[in-house]
């Protein structure tokens, strides 16, 4: 019997490329297990975005390595795979596979050669590929969330940044391949559909027929479809008709995540962002001016080279100006091949860290006062787990936001139901079920049977 075994790191993206690496070695013959022990083939699932990525991998893979006399093969697969290459091959010889994003769509022969005894198999496109990776071979482990990859790849280069050169260009997929996946998994009984890319709203139809604010609400208005989200958007390419497909289209959520990495202008331009601190503020000025409340997060990074007192200020405004409902800070950290590697990492560690525990704490603060704003409200919340210790069902309202709430019957996990908002923390809120849960579809429920017994990604 083929087995295998899967560990993922990294982004969404990265999580359902796994999804998809699975759904093809199971239609290749091979079953998932859950113990590494038990498994004939061990893929890694790698990540290159921050700190010593490399040196984790290799240790891991060192780790592994103890376990090769069982007669286990070894792939490595993901950003660091596309990023360090063959020479993985020199660092762990035990590993026969390394492979990039790029290369999925060629996994079948890959596994042939595998099972052939090949030793040295890579897939390594360069970023001239135009090709995407679709496959309807999908172990989907979310069972209410559908995750589709609209657009692969990234042509931004920041400077500080290694994804255009792990994942290669940009590339989108036809909207109608988009568009038949979507109803597809509809029909499957998901209810809510993610559609992601590196710079989701960078989307540009193969066929020249929708816009991504079109396709938006063209997923949207799929039958059976509730919710739909969509990340990461890059502001470069954050256009009105985004703001006004979600004023049109009430299944869009009300979540935007627009990373804005730094409050400065001059650390923008040095970081090669291509806007300014008034241009990304003016995209905030539309999203507040929707019919509808548009929860915004975003993503910052501290202590780039040159980063100021002054330029770190201008963040924490920023970060007051928008007013965020959450933000993931990072401390910049130089990366292999990127621009940034040349500018002398001029912030030493410890104000990283301070900036960054600063950053935190002003954050929460304002997320202590703008959760508040929703003392009172009732709003639907998809069910995502059953009762805690306390009780507590919890499930997840259009923003994104954490919902805990008391209920006097048991919701069906993936149901709708509505709740009365009683109490506000800094990242979640809590309420009563004002509402009988609706029923997810049958085909939902089977659904979930089968995942209960498919092993989760790690
Ligand atoms: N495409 C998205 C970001 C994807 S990477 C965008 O442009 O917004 C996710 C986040 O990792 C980035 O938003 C950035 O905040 C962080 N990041 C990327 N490279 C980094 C680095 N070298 N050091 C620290 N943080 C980094
Ligand atoms: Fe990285 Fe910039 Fe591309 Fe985002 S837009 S993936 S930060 S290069
Ligand atoms: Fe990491 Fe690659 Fe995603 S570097 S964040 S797995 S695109």
């Not at 409340?293 to 910052?300: F, G, Y």
């Not at 603060?365 to 409200?377: A, F, P």
């Amino acid at each position: 019997m083929k087995t295998f075994f899967i560990e993922t790191f990294g982004c969404q993206m990265n999580a359902h490329d796994s999804e998809k690496v699975v759904g093809t070695l199971l239609n290749e013959g091979y079953s998932q297990v859950v113990d590494e022990a038990d498994a004939g083939l061990i893929l890694y699932n790698t990540c290159s975005i921050r700190d010593k990525a490399e040196q984790k991998v290799f240790h891991r893979l060192n780790e592994y390595k103890r376990m090769q006399g069982e007669g286990k093969k070894f792939a490595v697969l993901g950003c660091v795979a596309q990023q360090e290459g063959a020479k993985i091959f020199e660092k762990a010889p035990y590993v026969s596979m390394v492979a990039g994003s790029s290369s999925y769509r060629n996994l079948p022969d890959m596994l042939a050669r595998l099972e052939a005894g090949e030793t040295r198999i890579t897939g390594l496109d360069d970023r001239e590929t135009d090709q995407t990776f679709d496959t309807e071979f999908t172990a989907r482990t979310n069972p209410h969330r559908g995750y589709i990859t609209i657009i692969e790849g990234c042509d931004k280069f920041c400077a500080y940044c290694v994804v255009p050169y792990t994942r290669g260009k940009e590339r989108s997929r036809s909207s109608a391949s988009v568009l038949a996946e979507a109803q597809r998994i509809a029909g499957q009984g998901f209810t809510e559909i993610q559609l992601l890319g590196q710079n989701v709203n960078s989307y540009v139809d193969p066929s020249g027929r929708r816009s991504f604010a079109e396709l938006l609400a063209a997923v949207g208005e799929g039958n059976g479809i509730q919710r739909v989200r969509f990340t990461t958007s890059h502001p470069r390419h954050f256009t009105r008709d985004i703001v006004e497909a979600s004023d049109a289209m009430p299944a869009l959520c009300d979540h935007i995540h627009l990373p804005v990495q730094s409050g400065s202008t001059d650390i923008l331009r040095a970081m090669n962002r291509e806007y300014t601190r008034d241009w990304y503020l003016e995209r905030i000025a539309w999203t507040k001016a929707a019919r509808r409340d548009l929860s915004l997060t975003s993503d910052i990074i501290v202590g780039f080279p040159g980063e100021t007192d002054k330029d770190f200020e201008d963040t924490l405004t920023l970060c007051d100006e928008v007013g965020y409902d959450a933000i993931f800070g990072f401390k910049y950290s130089t990366r292999p091949n990127t621009p940034a590697i040349h500018m002398a990492d001029s912030i030493p560690e410890q104000v990283k860290v301070e900036r960054l525990a600063i950053l935190n704490a002003r954050q929460r603060e304002l997320q202590r006062v703008n959760y508040g704003r929703h003392l009172g409200q009732t709003m639907p919340v998809m069910v995502e787990h059953g009762a805690n210790a306390r009780g507590q069902i919890t499930g997840r309202s259009t923003q994104n936001k954490t919902v805990n709430f008391t209920c006097d019957h048991i919701p069906a996990i993936g149901s709708y139901i509505d709740v009365r908002i009683t109490q506000a923390f800094p990242s979640s809120l809590v309420g009563e079920a004002v509402s009988r849960s609706t029923t997810p579809s049958p085909v939902l429920l089977a659904q979930q049977a089968l995942n209960a017994r498919v092993p989760v990604l790690a």
